[in-house]
């Protein structure tokens, strides 16, 4: 099972869209609500270089909004 965490905020439409998908999935994943710890915000900016969510980290890859052909090309590798 892929090791996924997802940088996400309450008022985000992406990010509540990319976390209900992985549920539908059965994706196991932690959420980091970046309003709740300001250092997941600097985390996700760190990780993709840019100020956008949902910032989404399989296994290490880094995908930046939801990308759904992306997300399932990196969770089938």
């Known amino acids: 099972m892929a090791n996924v965490i997802i940088y996400s905020a309450t008022w ?3 990010c509540h869209a990319a976390k209900d998908y992985l549920d539908k999935k059965g994706v196991k994943y932690e959420d980091r609500d970046i309003e709740k ?3 997941w915000a600097k985390e996700a900016i760190d990780k993709s270089g840019q100020s956008a969510i949902p910032v989404i980290d399989i296994d290490g890859t880094i995908i930046v909004g939801f990308d759904r052909p992306r997300i399932d090309a ?3 590798a």
């Open 12 to 14: 985000c439409a992406f």
């Open 74 to 76: 990196v969770l089938a």
């Open 37 to 39: 710890k300001p250092e």
